[in-house]
């Protein structure tokens, strides 16, 4: 006869098991785009959709660096170049993302995306990034940020918005702060602390839509 403690163990296991299979399933299943399934054990465990925080650090070789990973691709005629916060400017970048500060620390993917100098009065960045993961767990999956950034500040929240595979329906914000940087080499690198959702599903009651 089971008691009502080892069942509330069982449950809680196969609850875990079925969560650990979803994030397994998004990570096969994020190239192909590829629906749902539904199981007697997702509906018993309920709320599949969690919060997780994330510790990243971006290795940013900014313009100047010999090795550098970010470009310089427009700016405003007679305005950049005479503004103190060089408005107007766009970069693009695709920066190595790694799992601790070093940058022979282990790769985790890319950080790839357009940064804007879009404010008059001081160093305000409007980004529009995609963090590509590579390796390790979220392997294929996307996360994606966009938002100002006053990078003066010795903290930068930044939103989550979305995402593809394990962060499809993402959202939360990330804190970004500067980590280290090397003036020689132009060679900064960048903290993220990112709190996010994942592993949402979809509804079933899902509409077609009509045109
Ligand atoms: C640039 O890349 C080369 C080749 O990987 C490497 O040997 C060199 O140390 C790098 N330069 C800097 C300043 O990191």
Not at 132 to 138: A, K, S, V
Request: glycine share 8%.
């Amino acid at each position: 006869m089971a008691t009502p403690i080892s069942i509330v163990l069982i449950l809680t296991i196969s609850c875990l098991l079925v969560s650990t299979l979803d994030v397994y399933a998004r990570k096969q299943a994020s190239s192909d785009v590829a629906e749902e399934a539904t199981s007697f054990l997702h509906d018993i465990c309920g709320g599949r959709e969690k919060v997780m925080k994330l510790q990243l650090y971006v290795q940013d070789l900014r313009i100047g660096h010999p090795n550098a990973t970010v470009v310089e691709v427009a700016k405003a005629a007679g305005v950049t170049d005479n503004s103190p916060y060089q408005f107007g400017s766009v970069h693009v970048l695709d920066d190595l993302v790694t799992e601790g500060p070093s940058i022979n620390s282990r790769k985790l993917g890319r950080i790839q995306g357009l940064t804007t100098n879009a404010d008059l009065s001081t160093f305000g960045i409007a980004m529009n990034l995609n963090f590509f993961f590579t390796e390790g767990w979220y392997a294929g999956s996307t996360l994606s940020i966009l938002g100002r950034n006053q990078v003066m500040d010795s903290q930068r929240e930044l939103p989550v918005v979305g995402g593809t595979g394990v962060f499809r329906y993402a959202r939360g914000y990330a804190i970004q702060t500067s980590y280290s940087f090397d003036p020689a080499t132009n060679y900064a690198v960048l903290e993220y602390n990112i709190y996010t959702t994942y592993n949402a599903r979809f509804n079933e009651d899902v509409e077609i839509a009509r045109m």
